[in-house]
């Protein structure tokens, strides 16, 4: 005690499907060939440049972007914990709600949120080992400093604009985990957690991405 093998393996199992899950989603949305509206910032272009940058500016022309190509508003934003991090002190949107150059204890997720004038900000906190089996582990944040805003419905409806949906089998539940005694070697068990889903992206003129917001 506390620990239980067979759960164990199968809560890593778990915890590794949903991370491949969301890899797989990030590596598709952060990709300038896929997401064909996109802007790539550097300098003091980034939102890490207090002085220069315009976080506003940049979200109201994705926004524009967006509309433009697909009639409809974006109502999410989806960025890692280090970028907002980033925007919670950021005295242009300080300014823009009513404060001064700081306020105690920063911006919340629903201060940005209301500044940006979407619905919800998504904030990634999944990191995961870039490094080669073996080799020193290097853990990076899944969404890097990218930002990427989404019309994203609550839910799915006939003649609806998205950028994509989440799908799986209705007659499935999210996952099926198998257990099965085996005797190579002997007294051991085999563990197998399926999923079955597919994240489809319906249509990119439903998001923007902002490539490297910050330094």
């Known amino acids: 005690q506390p620990f239980d093998i067979e759960k164990d393996v199968t809560a890593q199992l778990t915890s590794l499907l949903y991370i491949g899950k969301e890899k797989a989603l990030a590596d598709s949305l952060r990709s300038t060939s896929i997401m064909t509206q996109n802007v790539t910032l550097s300098g003091t272009g980034q939102f890490s440049d207090y002085t220069n940058s315009d976080p506003i500016a940049i979200i109201n022309t994705a926004k524009a972007a967006i509309r433009g190509a697909s009639g409809v508003l974006p109502d999410t934003l989806i960025m890692d914990e280090n970028v907002i991090n980033v925007l919670r002190f950021h005295p242009k949107i300080l300014r823009n709600l009513g404060y001064a150059d700081n306020r105690a204890g ?6 940005l949120a209301k500044a940006f004038r979407v619905k919800r900000i ?3 906190d999944v990191v995961y ?12 944040p ?3 400093k990218d930002i990427i805003l989404a019309a994203l419905p609550d839910s799915p409806t006939k003649m609806q604009k998205s950028l994509g949906y989440y799908v ?3 007659s499935e539940g999210p996952r099926k985990v198998y257990k099965t005694d085996v005797n190579n070697p002997p007294e051991s068990k085999s563990i197998i957690v399926k999923d079955s889903y597919d994240m489809v992206l319906t249509d990119v003129t439903c998001g923007y991405l902002i490539k490297n917001a910050i330094a």
Request: glycine share 8%; no cysteine; net charge negative.
């Open 106 to 111: 920063s911006l919340t997720d629903d201060d």
């Open 168 to 170: 799986t089998k209705s």
């Open 122 to 124: 998504l904030v990634a």
């Open 142 to 144: 899944l969404w890097g």
């Open 129 to 140: 080992d870039s490094a080669k089996e073996g080799q020193t582990p290097s853990l990076q």
